[in-house]
Nanobody, 124 residues
Framework: QVQLVESGGGYVQPGGSLRLSCLAS????????MGWFRQAPGKEREFVAT????????EYDESIEGRFTISRDNGKNTVYLQMDTLKPEDTAIYYC?????????????????WGQGTQVTVSS
């Protein structure tokens, strides 16, 4: 089982940017498809983005509208979520997720391992 720790959350004004990081330990990140999810107050957790083991393939929720970018550095065992042009409706706890998967170029929406989350608040 891989352990995941998110960081980089915080408070930002609308239109601002944040970069979230997810550091994996216990297993090599290169064996895992990775994802980011978020949960806003009073709402269910929702998919944000996913990236293949190779980093060559990504998928995003339509609500992101090209504002977020998921990336990974397997050498550093870290996955990132660059968030630009943030909106108040992006306010949520953001969770990193992982699933060990055989296919190198696959992306997923269903994950096994989760971090504790990092809070992102977008407000003026």
């Amino acid at each position: 089982q891989v352990q995941l720790v998110e960081s980089g959350g915080g408070y930002v004004q609308p239109g601002g940017s944040l970069r979230l990081s997810c550091l994996a330990s216990g297993r090599a990140l290169s064996n895992y498809v990775m994802g980011w999810f978020r949960q806003a107050p009073g709402k269910e957790r929702e998919f944000v983005a996913t990236i293949s083991r190779s980093g060559d393939f990504t998928e995003y929720d339509e609500s992101i509208e090209g504002r977020f970018t998921i990336s990974r550095d397997n050498g550093k065992n870290t996955v990132y979520l660059q968030m630009d042009t943030l909106k108040p409706e992006d306010t949520a706890i953001y969770y990193c997720s992982a699933k060990e998967f055989m296919l190198v170029h696959a992306t997923l929406r269903d994950f096994d391992d989760w971090g504790q989350g990092t809070q992102v608040t977008v407000s003026s």
